[in-house]
């Protein structure tokens, strides 16, 4: 069974450029939450996606959008890339139920922007 | 913004010791759990503990629950070579869910051989 997966695993850009990341949860899950974990810091939750809607964000520009596929998979696009976003993004699954749900994380994308 | 402030921020001990690092929080809670991360990779689930809840233990982890002081504890008992890593506490709120967690920014745990 695998778990969560991203991809690529490095990425360097460029600022002004624009940065496609990609997840797919484990299998069995339908909600996919990204995070940006900054050099140092804990990650931030940046939104929540379910049955292909944005569910919940957090403090992030709207640079900052996503997407989810029919079959769960997720994309985190990011416009305009600035020194500031050079992080290590998260992604996490859980399956759509009330209560507690684990959220399993994927290894992450390490984005460079020079 | 981060939620949590884990407490200290670096950790050295040797093999064998015991590891002590706390986490404070600042708004109600649903559950707070702590994670690890080795090498600024992904984020493994150590435990969870409910805010009704004061301890739990899972094997050589023993956490500790607060809601008056809005706090948390994890000790490591009898540490090894491969417990260094970095270990963050998040929380969940009643009006985020439990998908929307808030990290704090973590205690790098060092282990001595």
């Known amino acids: 069974d695998a778990g969560v997966t991203q991809s690529p695993t490095h990425l360097i850009k460029t600022r002004g450029q624009q940065v496609t990341l990609r997840c797919s949860p484990k299998?069995?899950?339908?909600?996919v939450s990204w995070y940006q974990q900054a050099l140092g810091q804990g990650p931030q939750f940046i939104f929540q996606?379910?049955?292909?809607?944005?569910?919940q964000r957090g403090n992030f520009p709207d640079r900052f959008s996503g997407h989810q596929f029919p079959n769960y998979s997720s994309e985190l696009n990011v416009n305009a890339l600035l020194l500031g976003d050079s992080a290590l993004y998260l992604c996490?699954?859980?399956?759509?139920?009330?209560?507690?749900?684990?959220?399993?994380f994927g290894p992450g994308t390490r984005l460079t922007v020079l | 913004s981060q939620q949590g402030e884990e407490d200290p921020q670096a950790l050295s001990i040797q093999e064998g010791e015991n590891a002590t690092m706390n986490c404070s929080y600042k708004?109600?809670?649903?559950?707070l759990q702590w994670y690890r991360q080795n090498s600024g990779r992904g984020l493994v689930h150590l435990i969870l503990?409910?805010?009704?809840?004061r301890e739990k233990h899972s094997g050589r982890l023993r956490v500790t629950l607060d809601t008056s002081k809005k706090s948390s504890s994890l000790l490591i008992t009898a540490s090894r070579a491969a417990d260094t890593a970095s270990y963050f506490c998040?929380?969940?709120?009643?009006?985020?869910?439990?998908?929307?967690?808030?990290f704090g920014k973590g205690t790098k745990l060092t282990v001595n051989p």
């Open positions: 996490a699954s859980s399956p759509w139920t009330s209560g507690y749900n684990e959220q399993f």
């Open positions: 299998s069995g899950h339908d909600t």
């Open positions: 996606y379910y049955e292909e809607e944005e569910r």
């Open positions: 708004t109600s809670i649903n559950n």
């Open positions: 503990i409910r805010s009704n809840e």
């Open positions: 998040a929380t969940d709120t009643p009006q985020g869910g439990s998908e929307k967690l808030v």
